[in-house]
T-cell receptor, first 113, second 111 residues
Framework: NAGVTQTPKFQVLKTGQSMTLQCAQD?????MYWYRQDPGMGLRLIYY???????DKGEVPNGYNVSRLNKREFSLRLESAAPSQTSVYFC????????????FGSGTRLTVV | KNEVEQSPQNLTAQEGEFITINCSYS?????LHWLQQHPGGGIVSLFM???GKKKHGRLIATINIQEKHSSLHITASHPRDSAVYIC?????????????FGKGTLLTVNP
């Protein structure tokens, strides 16, 4: 089915470990995003990529890096995981122009112990 | 100061009731989104609005740009409507549509 695919769905890391969250979309969308969702805080933007070849920081970028590998794929890397990065992570994409909607991935539940 | 405010935070209704969730924002926007998230689940886009009103089944979304306010209505509510409803806006200008979110409204519909 068309949409945004995120992997993995669940992950437990030890403090200091690294990992990469993968995201791919097959809707030919230009823009891709990584958000985190925390209780009481709502969803907050970590990084985004307005188009292939560009990435920019969002509201809460510290501790993360991203790569826009091609138009389809946008990965999020935690170099040295911390307990404060325990969260649910959502990848999303949107098309060019205001009439193109937003599509979210199913989320990655990450626990850092 | 949160740029997107939703009310109420929590809402409990009986099956069949008419439900309204409100969203106010303080910035110029290019679009407003209503999203649905079931417990432990992913996020689904219900509506994207830049003006007026949209309807899909029992769901209706309205927006008043001058008043910076939007409402999501659910007619004949059903227990399967129980979810968190999230209002989000994309700011005016720019070529991307990164979203700023409200904190969500937890809706519980009892049979």
């Amino acid at each position: 089915n068309a949409g945004v695919t995120q992997t993995p769905k669940f992950q437990v890391l030890k403090t200091g470990q690294s990992m990469t969250l993968q995201c791919a979309q097959d809707m030919n969308h230009n823009s891709m995003y990584w958000y985190r969702q925390d209780p009481g805080m709502g969803l907050r933007l970590i990084y985004y990529s307005a188009s292939e070849g560009t990435t920019d920081k969002g509201e809460v970028p510290n501790g993360y890096n991203v790569s826009r590998l091609n138009k389809r794929e946008f990965s999020l890397r935690l170099e040295s995981a911390a307990p404060s990065q325990t969260s649910v992570y959502f990848c999303a994409s949107s098309g060019a122009g205001i009439k193109r909607g937003y599509t979210f991935g199913s989320g990655t539940r990450l626990t850092v112990v | 100061k949160n740029e997107v405010e939703q009310s109420p935070q929590n809402l409990t209704a009986q099956e069949g009731e008419f439900i309204t969730i409100n969203c106010s924002y303080s910035v110029g926007i290019s679009a407003l989104h209503w999203l649905q998230q079931h417990p432990g689940g992913g996020i689904v886009s219900l509506f994207m609005l830049s003006s007026g009103k949209k309807k899909h089944g029992r769901l209706i979304a309205t927006i008043n740009i001058q008043e910076k306010h939007s409402s999501l209505h659910i007619t004949a509510s059903h227990p399967r409507d129980s979810a968190v409803y999230i209002c989000a806006v994309s700011m005016s200008g720019g070529s991307n549509y990164k979203l700023t979110f409200g904190k969500g409204t937890l809706l519980t519909v009892n049979p």
